[in-house]
C-alpha cells in the first residue's frame, strides 16, 4: 500500500538514484538492437573490404604472418636477387666474350695483319730509295715510327689519286668530245646519201 501511494514521480526519483533505468523496455530494447545491429555491420564491412583489397593485390593477408614466404613483399625481394645476379652473371659472360673475341681475332688476323704491315713498310722503303736514290732512315720513336710511315705513304697516296684523278677526268673528257664530233659527221652522211638516192 505504500508503493501505491507513491507517485510516479518518486518511483522514478528512486530507481534513478539507485541506478535503475527508467525507460520503457521496448524502447531500450530497439535502442540496444539498432546499436548491436550497427556495430555488427561495420565489422563485416571491414572484413569484406579487407577480402577484397586482399583479392586485388592491394593489401597483404592478415592471415599470414608478415614474413610468410609467398607474401607479396617477399615474392618481390626474391625477384629482385634473381634480377641482380642475372644481371651480374651475363655482365661477367660479356666481359669474358670480349676477351675471348680479341684473342681470336688476335690469333686468327694477327699474323695477316702484320705481314700487311711489314709489306707495306718494305714498299714505303723500297719507294723512298727509287725516288732519292738512298735508303731512308727509319723513323724515330719520337716521329711516330712505323706509324709516321704509314701517314706519309697515306698523304702521298691521297696526293697522287687526286693528281690522275683529275688528268684522268681530263683526257676521258677530251675524247667524248671528239667521239661527239665524228658521231655528228657521220650522222650527216648517213642523212645526205639517204636523201640523195
Do not use: C
Amino acid at each position: 500500500a505504500v508503493v501505491s501511494t507513491q507517485s510516479t514521480g518518486e518511483r522514478e526519483k528512486m530507481l534513478s538514484m539507485q541506478g535503475a533505468s527508467t525507460m520503457d523496455p521496448d524502447v531500450a530494447s530497439t535502442i540496444i538492437q539498432k546499436v548491436w545491429k550497427g556495430y555488427s555491420q561495420r565489422n563485416k564491412t571491414l572484413k569484406l573490404r579487407e577480402k577484397e583489397l586482399i583479392f586485388i593485390g592491394m593489401q597483404a593477408s592478415s592471415d599470414l604472418p608478415s614474413n610468410h614466404k609467398d607474401s607479396p613483399t617477399n615474392k618481390l625481394a626474391r625477384r629482385e636477387e634473381e634480377r641482380v645476379m642475372i644481371q651480374s652473371q651475363h655482365e661477367r659472360e660479356y666481359h669474358d666474350a670480349l676477351v675471348s673475341i680479341k684473342e681470336k681475332i688476335r690469333e686468327a688476323e694477327g699474323p695477316d695483319i702484320k705481314e700487311n704491315m711489314q709489306d707495306q713498310i718494305r714498299q714505303w722503303f723500297i719507294e723512298t730509295r727509287d725516288a732519292s736514290g738512298k735508303f731512308p732512315e727509319y723513323p724515330s720513336d719520337d716521329e711516330g715510327g712505323s706509324a709516321a710511315i704509314f701517314k706519309t705513304k697515306e698523304g702521298v697516296e691521297l696526293e697522287e689519286g687526286n693528281g690522275e684523278g683529275s688528268k684522268k677526268k681530263g683526257k676521258k673528257g677530251k675524247k667524248k668530245k671528239g667521239e661527239k664530233k665524228e658521231k655528228k659527221k657521220k650522222g650527216k652522211k648517213k642523212g645526205k646519201g639517204d636523201g640523195g638516192g
